[in-house]
């Protein structure tokens, strides 16, 4: 079963930090997305990313928030400046041509910010 | 925004028993899927649902999209231990938006 892998897998940081969180989305995949989840609380969209650009964001994805595929494989969510309120697990998902179901969650990154 | 309420937020149920959690939205929905988590993991997919009316299973699950597009159901057969975790449903809303419902916690008594 092929699987998303995510780095690290546990961020802790100083309010006021860059952080920049890295995902391998399955290699044949064309959609890459970022959900976050506040602890006890819903999965939350983020972003959605396609041929090389944002295809949609929420209200969350502010000016704080970028997203790059450096690479042929990588898939990075930064934020620049964080917050308290940053703090949560940041899941990053793909999908298979044609925009198929949502299947590939990695495992997460738990950001913590101090 | 597009909400998608689960109810209920958790229920606790003995092994062997049946359980059946729903989501409602006032919006309309294309697609509707259900997905469990586990602690500290993330979401599984366990169903996916493309068409009004259509009533799926995979194993013990049982998954059904309304005929109104705003709601859906999930119904659990004959519950283990290993089924704990929390289940979300989730509607898609263009081609790339998944909207997550509020999670259904179930904790399965042995």
């Known amino acids: 079963e092929p699987e998303v892998t995510q780095t690290p897998s546990h961020q802790v940081t100083q309010m006021g930090q860059e952080v920049i969180l890295r995902c391998v989305p399955i290699s044949n995949h064309l959609y890459f997305y970022w959900y976050r989840q506040i602890l006890g609380q819903k999965v939350e969209f983020l972003v959605s990313?396609?041929?090389?650009?944002?295809?949609?964001k929420s209200e969350i994805f502010d000016d704080q928030f970028s997203v790059e595929r450096p690479d042929g494989s990588n898939f990075t969510l930064k934020i620049r400046s964080t917050k308290l309120e940053d703090s949560a697990m940041y899941f990053c998902?793909?999908?298979?041509?044609?925009?198929?179901?949502?299947?590939?969650f990695g495992p997460g990154t738990r950001l913590t910010v101090l | 925004g597009q909400q998608l309420n689960q109810s209920p937020q958790s229920m606790f149920i003995q092994e062997g028993e049946d359980v059946s959690m729903n989501c409602t939205s006032s919006s309309i929905f294309n697609t509707w899927l259900w997905y469990k988590q586990d602690p500290g993991e993330g979401p599984v997919l366990l169903i996916a649902l493309y068409k009004a009316g259509e009533l799926t299973s995979n194993g013990r699950l049982t998954a059904q999209f309304g005929i109104t597009r705003k709601d859906s159901f999930l119904n659990i057969s004959a519950s283990i231990p290993s089924d704990v975790g929390i289940y979300f449903c989730?509607?898609?809303?263009?081609?790339?938006?998944?909207?997550f419902g509020t999670g259904t916690r179930l904790k399965v008594l042995a």
């Open positions: 990313f396609y041929n090389n650009e944002i295809s949609e």
């Open positions: 998902a793909s999908s298979e041509p044609l925009a198929g179901v949502l299947k590939y």
């Open positions: 989730a509607g898609v809303s263009g081609t790339y938006k998944y909207i």
